[in-house]
């Protein structure tokens, strides 16, 4: 591959050829990875000709890293008074406060897997989507480099295959892709820095709690990045901890850079010796999304990849808990009486689904709640990759949306911790033991460090949590009830009733309920 964004936007210019000045009243689907020059051709080209035949392009974005670096990039080619760029919630916001937004002949959807990815947690995501589905008249062009499934939807709803352009991304640059364990990581780190001089390393968490967790082991060897809503974190986070240095190169001035999903597109890092890229981020296009911030100086610029491994119990519990809120939101739209008969008279089942906008009604006087479309969308398309996953393993659905280059360059990282062992070794510890609710808090902590999430902490999830996790291997079980003399439960709860302790002490859970875990037989 030529060097040079001249080069490298030949690759969809050529491709796409002088199509884009017939388009009218059309749906465009860019499908390329990262690199491969999307934001070179819609601004390059197609926004030099938009202003040349004075048209007036909308540009929209789903993150504010990504919003100033277009707008950079807009004002160098003088384009300010043709392209219009603004955030997907900007747009969300002024549709709600009925601003006017005006008209334009091109929108440029960028980062489109908004819709459905950030669905999982923003309100408002079906509101730009239907802006952009419902445009006539003029050109909507879809962007992504991790949009599989969500361009598979469009293709069935909106996109003619012919406006379909795709681009396999290069991993040229890519020495090695490594699957590891959660517990290898702080390792492998150390070896990393103990045996490398300058290398830097870039870590993608998945949750805020394991920023936390990694702030405890590396201190100030790192900088930090998240949300500024990141509440829990804003004592150590780094305002601007990437920058343009002086020698050109865009990048963090320590050695790590631990980070969230905050950072998973939008900012580019060129620099030379970011060597080390590991992401525990679970999301497959997330993941993409999370090594493509790595942008290669040159043709000597390498670098190499890091996956943590999900286990298939882990991807079992998830895909309970997402088919479990599917079937409900299947059965709500296919037969609203027989819903409203299992459901309309509890609360808390609906309030605990996020699909719905709002608490279900205790009867149908309340009204009919309504859904969040593309959310329940993002749910189907991730129950289909959990299936995938299950059929094969987390690796092979990963590897096979990176493609054969990256494929043919992974490897299983030597350093192996058993984890699985380990949260045995802490079931048998609770043999014997009465399970009060500092103790159960406890255990479904133990289930997070093992990657299983659980959504509630009832009996009746942990133990289905085990099954899921250890299938016919070991049998345990946890009980709260009692048992007959055949060995039968009852209706009756485990109640502690000793007002003293065996050292003579008051019973500080005297009365209270608890649990036993017991290996079935």
Same mark, same amino acid.
């Given at each position: ?17 002088? /199509? ?25 080209? *197609? ?49 709600? /406060? ?11 959807? =960028?980062?489109?897997?908004? /819709? ?37 939807? *469009? ?90 240095? !002086? ?9 790590? *850079? ?58 079992? /519990? ?11 939101? =299947?059965?709500?739209?296919?037969? &609203? ?5 299992? &459901? ?49 393993? &987390? ?26 062992? !380990? ?6 510890? *609770? ?91």
């Amino acid at each position: 591959m030529a060097n040079g964004k001249a080069a490298i936007s030949q690759y969809f210019s050529e491709l796409i050829g002088d /199509s884009y000045k017939t388009w009218k009243n059309t749906k465009i689907v860019m499908d390329g990875g990262t690199g491969t020059g999307k934001t070179f051709f819609n601004l390059n080209i *197609l926004g030099i000709y938009a202003k040349d035949q004075r048209k007036r392009v909308l540009y929209l974005c789903n993150r504010k890293g990504l919003k100033h670096q277009i707008i950079r990039e807009v004002r160098a080619l003088e384009l300010k008074e043709t392209v219009y760029v603004m955030t997907y919630q900007q747009l969300e916001s002024f549709i709600n /406060s009925n601003t006017i937004i005006g008209d334009f002949d091109y929108i440029i959807a =960028d980062e489109c897997h908004y /819709s459905t990815n950030d669905a999982r947690f923003n309100d408002y995501t079906d509101i730009s989507y239907n802006f952009l589905k419902n445009q006539t008249g003029n050109v909507v062009i879809y962007v992504s480099a991790t949009a599989k499934v969500f361009f598979n939807h *469009l293709l069935k709803e909106k996109v003619s295959p012919d406006h379909y352009f795709n681009i396999p991304k290069k991993y040229d640059y890519v020495k090695k892709f490594y699957f590891y364990q959660k517990k290898a990581l702080v390792k492998k780190v150390e070896d990393i820095l103990a045996q490398e001089e300058d290398s830097k390393i870039v870590i993608f968490c998945n949750a805020y709690d394991r920023v936390l967790e990694l702030y405890k082991v590396f201190g100030d060897r790192a900088s930090y990045c998240a949300s500024k809503n990141a509440k829990k974190l804003q004592a150590i986070i780094n305002e601007n901890v990437i920058y343009e240095h !002086e020698d050109g190169t865009v990048t963090f001035d320590k050695r790590i *850079l631990i980070t969230t999903k905050v950072l998973d597109n939008g900012i580019d890092i060129k620099d030379k010796m970011v060597k080390h890229i590991f992401n525990e981020i679970f999301d497959a296009d997330s993941a993409i999304q999370a090594f493509g911030r790595k942008r290669p100086v040159d043709a000597d610029d390498t670098c190499t990849f890091y996956q943590k491994l999900y286990t298939k119990q882990a991807i079992q /519990s998830m895909l309970n808990t997402d088919n479990n809120y599917v079937k409900q939101i =299947d059965l709500f739209k296919n037969d &609203y009486d027989q819903f409203y008969k299992i &459901y309309g008279n509890n609360r808390r089942v609906m309030q605990r689904n996020p699909i719905f906008y709002c608490n279900f009604g205790k009867n149908k006087a309340d009204g009919k709640p309504d859904y969040h479309h593309m959310r329940y969308n993002k749910y189907k398309m991730d129950i289909e990759i959990y299936d995938d996953m299950k059929k094969t393993s &987390y690796e092979d659905v990963i590897l096979n949306l990176f493609g054969d280059d990256i494929r043919s360059k992974a490897e299983w990282l030597d350093i192996y911790i058993n984890e699985k062992d !380990e949260f045995l070794d802490y079931l048998h510890t *609770l043999e014997g033991r009465w399970l009060f609710a500092e103790d159960r808090k406890e255990l479904v902590k133990w289930f997070e460090k093992i990657g299983v999430k659980l959504r509630r902490a009832g009996i009746n999830t942990l133990n289905g949590a085990l099954q899921d996790y250890y299938g016919n291997k070991y049998k345990f079980r946890f009980r709260n009830k009692q048992l007959d003399e055949n060995g039968k439960l009852t209706k009756k709860n485990l109640v502690d009733k000793r007002k003293l302790l065996s050292d003579g002490t008051t019973n500080p859970h005297r009365d209270k309920t608890y649990w036993v875990l017991e290996e079935i037989n």
